[in-house]
Nanobody, 122 residues
């Protein structure tokens, strides 16, 4: 089973940028699609973006399209989320997860990280 550790969260002003990282253990990292989700206080966890095993295919939620960019380095077992033009409504705990297939459905994701807090001040 893949274990995931997110990092890179923090407090940033609106319009700023952050880069999240998700380090995975396990030799089969490169076989899986990876995704980022987020959960704001009092809200359900929502899909942000998914990337396929090779990094050549990505799919973004409309709310972050054009502002966020996902990438992966299979040699480093790491997936990244570059977040630009951040808005207060982006404030949430961000989670990375391993997908059993290339999908935006949380049910298709197995292992989850512990999350990293992103707070965007206005």
């Amino acid at each position: 089973q893949v274990q995931l550790v997110e990092s890179g969260g923090g407090l940033v002003q609106a319009g700023g940028s952050l880069r999240l990282s998700c380090a995975a253990s396990g030799r089969t990292f490169s076989s899986y699609a990876m995704g980022w989700f987020r959960q704001a206080p009092g809200k359900e966890r929502e899909f942000v973006v998914v990337i396929n095993w090779s990094g050549k295919s990505t799919y973004y939620a409309d709310s972050v399209k054009g502002r966020f960019a996902i990438s992966r380095d299979n040699a480093k077992n790491t997936v990244y989320l570059q977040m630009n033009s951040l808005k207060p409504e982006d404030t949430a705990v961000y989670y990375c997860a391993v997908a059993t297939r290339y999908s935006a459905n949380p049910a298709d994701f197995g292992s989850w990280g512990q999350g990293t807090q992103v707070t965007v001040s206005s």
